[in-house]
């Protein structure tokens, strides 16, 4: 300890230093200096508590920081820091927790070459990163993890180390000790992380801080073994201070079994004798040290179907309520006439029910339905009951529901043994059953607002309404009443006694949650406040239990009551219908959030403006009927009787919303209504006003928009405004007003994005609408969602706040749509979405262009695809990767975007690439900010103008007949840019189709590139993985064509003719074993099929999974699982294709990271072959999961094919592997994901592997 504080000393000395004085949101100056340069400093060890420590997760459904002092989580010293984390379902991007040092920003007096730190992982796949900034207050980062984003990909301690970019401006300070990234949906999950010594290094140190390596060799991890053990082997290696084998601990099914161990140092090999492991189910634990204490653990589990054992079988699903019956069996019979054991259960999920043993079977048993545990012992078996020895009915519980992060509930078996005449023959466990936890009905609700209306719809598991269900409480109230005062007043007490203080006076009509029944005269109440207590006369009041039904569902599967709000506070509520129920809703009663009044009246563009008005504003959520009316201008402007002629009303739609008022404050509910007018007339002004009966708006005025091409489209493009204080709403208020005084003939307004600081604080919505109230009662407003707004239920409030074109894909509806204004064509995308929804956007809009017939298109979203802040030239947003080839492949004129700060527009781009020759391509105008937030800008190699004043700037735009004119002001009215953009006459210009690629696979090269080499390399994506390249020389592959091939000579004619290869059969490339290849289809139709417990024969993959692991291509787990959803890594998909294909495994490792790997074999076979080659930097990272497009080409190295004549999908275009996608996909080898798309970059699943493996044998092998 005491060598580890003086380290700590030594962090004080060389990173703690300030430029004279004590600065803001820098910790406070310290003069103590180190005596000599040392080569680490240990910065944080956590041994002084985490007082000092500051914690700041963001966008996570919750997260937490604890003090550690479990031994095993603690790397070094009594202490480490855990973060226990849940981002699961977290659509806003990144989920990150930020640590770092509650005094702020340290100053770093030297500059460290590396960041390390002691990292406790689960395999999780987050991204690490230290965060630091230079003297101008950029920040740069240390990033733990490599180019394919590869970040936890290890379990338990692991010492990492990061370079820190070098020759940033000094004095550098520490911002951030890390930060835990996840952006990738399928990848946010709950857990937790342990993080301990976190370390500057200066220089090299001999210190030994790698962990020693626990390998599985025999049976390998996961391994299914179908003959007896023969003997139990595990690697054991440590290359640094050597192993500590007093340390060494093994646990095989909880037992410990360490001295009965072998380890030959020689060999590194730990071996127990294979004929003490049973047949059956088997866990392996294994924990060792080495001479630096540096800790190493591993867990296995492997199954041997071999034996006389016990198995357990059970349905995937256990249905709410209802019987779960779990079977017993005793598999491959010899002679066993006693079976014992325990199994271990969830008991808040499952109650045992009854036990029900075979014929002729003894049973005895012992549950304990509260700690989760029943004890079996069955006598009498024999071979003809040994099948169903004894099955257990399990109750699940009408409550019973998966936790957050639980994907299954568990069955375990424990303390098991079969014995024949009394002797013990062996102690089998069966493998473990897993199951979740299913309903017949799915309840929905809507309105918990304190004294609103809750309206509930009941749904079956196919989504159609479900007449005749009971609505009841759970929980508290359904042990409660409801009370309704019935005299003129009631007063409510402190206590059951007059004399004690009156708490309230209660008015007819008023209604309370209340004690089941009366005592003493007296009910006991709850307040509206949920909090407060109090006592009123059963004379004054009429009761009602709430242990019934709070009503039934119609035809239409819905019902209304007020019961359910009565007070703030958490309840319970559950759908039933005879013994069957719904999952067990849990509500919050929140405060009434809004006005009687209508508030915060806004107008947003609709598909036509020139025959429609688009409207929304908000109220009270118990007002849940409201109006808009409209007749068409007097000649006295908006003075109108509301009972003139002329007037028409319209019923508005509405939505509820629970939200916050201040970030993570107390939540409310508000009601928001939106209505669409329609057949107006064009170029005529409207009045219109909102509200119901005694509580209308004001009246308004409103101009439908003309229709002729000859008049100017005029319209204001600001973004970035993020009005979190007054002084942001005042600033974007004068913005706009002088806007709007400088171009009055302005029709609308279209906003980047950001409108306010923080998405998750309703006020600051209300800012902004408050302060955009100056124009958008007239001039209707297009938005876009930005990364500020999407926070938390900001994106709810964007939508359902607003009234946009539903127009868009299903999946963004209202945040991406499209409008016509005369001869232009306009695009709103969501940047803020995930890839999937980002995908999802880019079929739409290259389907929404390929409509298009207007002269001009203009596209706005908030991200930009080219920055223009400092630092971020090499950035790439999802909208480079996925908006920015459609839009200059469709030649779109203009793109509106935000998100940097800076003002700026590019030179046209077309590919990519800037055109700085001629105007040919699409400009993107980056707007600035209208508030009160700037950034530092640079002018990158793409961008043609920048202004990079902090000053709010707004862009007037002017679409003619002949060009589209930009004008960019600052608030001040000061011209900063101009420009015009002009469309070749006849719009005659197109861009060339590529080019088609001469070979059908990635040419072949010395090193992996994510696309051929004969074609241009794509600019890198973050979001896509770079995918290697068939290394086989330097000559380019034969192109295969559609035409026969030469018809051997009678000197050389073979008894067999030449396959040719079409569109709809590739054929075998001649290094093929095709005889292999037919013996393993031979060996599938003749092996006896393997069963699966999650492939049920509805899946639909049973089929294939069936035939491949009859093939011997894949096999299940040790759990008798086959885990079809589970994604394949890349050595997983090369040992498949190995045995599908009938190649021999090859000794030696053909790549640095695959030298002792299990399936080294196969990943040099195929190497050999010529079907896969490494990375860049000579790695091939086997335990990587494979994508969807690397799948198919390493299939399609394997053929010959004929390129298909067709894009089968709308998301493979620029992909490296189109070609062969397409290919495969004509032959009906591969399918697509649904809406046109492939999915070429997405993990693909285990199913999914041996579908296309099956696909491509049978194609080859048919006649």
Do not use: C
Request: aromatic share 8%.
């Amino acid at each position: 300890m005491r060598a580890k504080r003086l380290r700590k000393i030594v962090l004080i000395a060389s990173i703690l230093s300030l430029l004279g004085g004590i600065q803001a949101g820098y910790a406070p100056r310290h003069q103590v200096h180190a005596a000599e340069p040392v080569a680490e400093v240990v910065i944080e060890d956590f041994e002084d508590g985490i007082s000092d420590v500051k914690f700041n997760p963001k966008r996570m459904y919750e997260a937490t920081l604890h003090l550690e002092e479990d031994e095993k989580r603690v790397r070094n010293g009594r202490y480490s820091a855990r973060i226990d984390y849940d981002m699961i379902g977290i659509v806003d991007n990144p989920s990150q927790i930020e640590v770092g040092y509650n005094a702020g920003r340290i100053p770093v007096e030297q500059y460290p070459q590396k960041v390390g730190m002691w990292v406790y992982g689960n395999d999780e796949g987050h991204l690490l990163t230290t965060k630091f900034r230079d003297k101008n207050g950029s920040s740069f980062q240390a990033e733990f993890y490599d180019e394919t984003n590869d970040g936890i990909n290890w379990s338990g301690w692991k010492y990492v180390q990061a370079d820190v970019p070098q020759g940033k401006a000094a004095p550098i300070v520490l911002e951030l000790f890390f930060q835990l990234k996840q952006s990738n949906m399928a990848l946010k999950n709950k857990g937790s992380i342990w993080i301990d010594d976190i370390t500057f290094i200066y220089g090299e140190s001999n210190e030994d801080k790698e962990v020693p390596t626990i390998k599985a060799i025999s049976p390998l991890e996961n391994d299914v073994l179908s003959a007896p053990l023969d003997e139990l082997k595990v690697e054991l290696a440590d290359n640094g201070s050597g192993l500590d084998l007093t340390t060494l601990s093994v646990r095989l099914d909880g037992a410990d079994i360490t001295n009965e161990t072998s380890y030959n140092p020689e060999t590194n090999l730990l071996t127990y004798p294979g004929g003490l492991v049973d047949g059956g189910y088997h866990e392996l634990a294994l924990e060792v040290k080495d001479n630096n204490g540096n800790p190493a653990e591993k867990k296995v589990a492997f199954a041997i179907n071999a034996g006389e054992r016990l198995i357990m079988t059970a349905d995937n699903e256990a249905v709410s309520n209802d019987i779960y019956p779990v079977k017993i069996s005793v598999k491959d019979y010899v002679n066993a006439d006693q079976a014992s054991f325990t199994l271990q259960y969830d008991p808040h999920t499952l109650q045992v029910d009854g036990i029900a043993e075979a014929s002729g079977v003894v049973l005895s048993s012992s549950a304990d339905n509260e700690q989760g545990r029943v004890r079996i012992g069955l006598s009498h078996l024999t071979s003809a009951n040994a099948r169903d020895s004894v099955t257990v009915n399990f109750r699940v519980a009408s409550h019973a529901v998966l936790e957050r992060g639980e994907d299954y509930k568990t069955i375990t078996m424990s303390d098991s043994s079969l014995s024949a005449g009394q002797v013990q023959t062996s102690s089998p466990i069966a493998a473990p059953v897993r199951y979740t936890i299913a309903f017949p009905y799915r309840l929905n609700m809507a309105g918990v607002g304190l004294g609103t209306s809750t309206a509930f719809t009941v749904l079956d598991r196919e989504g159609k309404p479900v007449q005749g269900a009971d609505i009841v409480f759970g929980g508290l109230l359904k042990q409660s009443s409801v009370v309704t005062v019935n005299t003129v007043t009631s007063s409510v007490y402190e206590d059951d006694d007059i004399t004690s203080s009156v708490l309230m006076a209660a008015a007819a009509g008023d209604r309370f949650y209340a004690s089941a029944e009366p005592d003493d005269g007296w009910f006991e109440i709850i307040l509206p406040d949920g909090r407060t207590s109090g006592y009123i006369a059963e004379a004054d009041v009429s009761s009602q239990l709430l242990s019934g039904s709070l009503g039934q569902t119609d035809a239409e599967g819905r019902v209304m009551t007020d019961l359910t709000t009565l007070a703030l506070g958490e309840y319970q509520v559950q759908a039933v219908i005879g013994e069957q129920n719904s999952r067990v809703v849990r509500y919050e009663v929140v405060q009434q959030y809004g006005s009687n009044e209508p508030q915060y009246v806004q107008t947003y563009v609709s598909e036509d403006m020139s025959s429609q008005l688009s409207a929304a504003w908000q109220t009270r959520p118990d007002r849940a009927v409201t109006y808009i009316e409209y007749r068409e201008a007097s000649l006295e402007g908006v003075g109108i009787d509301s009972d003139s002629n002329g007037i028409r009303r319209l019923q508005a739609e509405s939505e509820l919303q629970v939200l916050s008022m201040k970030e993570n404050g107390t939540k409310g509910e508000i009601r928001f209504h939106n209505a669409l007018i329609e057949g107006l007339k064009p170029n005529t002004a409207y009045n219109y006003r909102v509200g119901y009966e005694g509580n209308w708006s004001e009246w308004f005025l409103y101009r439908t928009i003309d229709q002729q091409k000859s008049t100017p489209t005029s319209f204001l493009f600001v973004t970035d405004s993020h009005t979190k204080q007054t002084q942001g709403m005042e600033t974007y208020q004068e913005l706009m007003t002088n806007a709007l005084e400088q171009y009055p003939s302005s029709q609308f307004v279209m906003h980047g994005g950001d409108f306010v600081d923080v998405g998750s604080a309703f006020e600051e919505w209300q800012r902004f609408w408050q302060a955009s109230s100056i124009y958008a009662t007239r001039l209707p407003s297009a938005l876009t969602l930005g990364n500020h707004d999407v926070k938390s239920e900001g994106k709810d409030v964007f939508t359902k706040g607003a009234n946009f074109p539903l127009n868009g894909p299903e999946t963004q509806l209202q945040y991406a749509y499209s409008f016509n204004v005369d001869d232009a064509h306009f695009v709103v995308l969501n940047s803020e979405g995930t890839e999937e929804q980002m995908a999802d956007q880019a079929v739409w809009l290259e389907e929404d262009l390929e409509q298009n017939d207007k002269k001009w298109t203009i596209a706005m979203f908030h991200r930009p695809a080219y920055h223009t802040e400092s630092g971020r030239e090499s950035l790439v947003e999802y909208t480079q990767t996925y908006f920015a080839p459609i839009l200059e492949e469709k030649e779109v004129d203009l793109v509106l975007v935000g998100h940097d700060h800076v003002y700026s527009r590019t030179y046209p781009m077309q590919g990519g690439e800037p055109n700085k020759t001629s105007n040919e391509g699409t400009i993107y105008l980056d707007g600035g900010a209208s508030g009160w937030k700037f950034y530092d800008g640079a002018k990158h190699h793409y961008l043609n103008e920048i202004f990079d004043e902090d000053v709010p700037v707004y862009s007037a735009i002017e679409i003619t007949e002949d060009n589209i004119q930009v004008e960019a002001h600052t608030i001040a009215g000061a011209k900063v840019d101009s420009f015009t953009i002009v469309k070749a006459k006849g719009n005659e210009t197109e861009t060339p189709e590529p080019t088609p690629t001469p070979t059908p696979i990635p040419t072949p090269t010395t090193e992996a590139t994510p696309n051929p080499t004969s074609t241009p390399e794509p600019t890198s994506t973050s979001g896509s993985t770079s995918a290697p390249i068939s290394t086989s020389g330097a000559t380019a592959s034969p192109t295969p064509t559609a035409v026969a091939t030469p018809k051997p000579t009678p000197a050389t004619a073979s008894p067999k003719p030449t396959q040719t290869p079409t569109a709809a059969k590739p054929v075998f490339r001649d290094k093929v074993n095709i005889d292999a290849v037919k013996a393993v289809a031979e060996r599938g139709e003749s092996a006896q099929a393997a069963s699966f417990t999650d492939v049920p024969s509805s899946l639909w993959s049973a089929a294939v999974v069936e035939r491949a692991s009859k093939m011997g291509i894949v096999t299940g787990y040790a759990d008798g699982s086959y885990r079809p959803d589970d994604k394949v890594t890349r050595a997983e998909f090369a040992t498949m294709v190995m045995k599908a294909f009938g190649l021999t495994g090859l000794n030696g490792a053909s790549f640095p990271d695959t030298a002792g790997h299990w399936a080294s074999s196969a990943i040099a076979a195929l190497q050999a072959e010529g079907i896969i080659s490494g990375y860049k930097n000579g790695s091939f990272r086997p335990d990587q999961n494979i994508s969807r497009a690397e799948m198919v080409a390493m299939l399609a190295r394997l053929t010959t094919y004929v390129p298909a004549t067709t894009n089968s999908f709308s998301d493979t275009t620029g992909s490296w592997a189109a070609e062969p996608i397409h290919a495969f996909a004509a032959a009906g080898i591969v399918s697509g994901k649904g809406s046109g798309l492939f999915k070429p970059n997405e993990s693909a699943s285990r199913a999914e592997s041996v579908a296309m493996i099956v696909r491509l044998l049978d194609t080859l092998l048919s006649e």
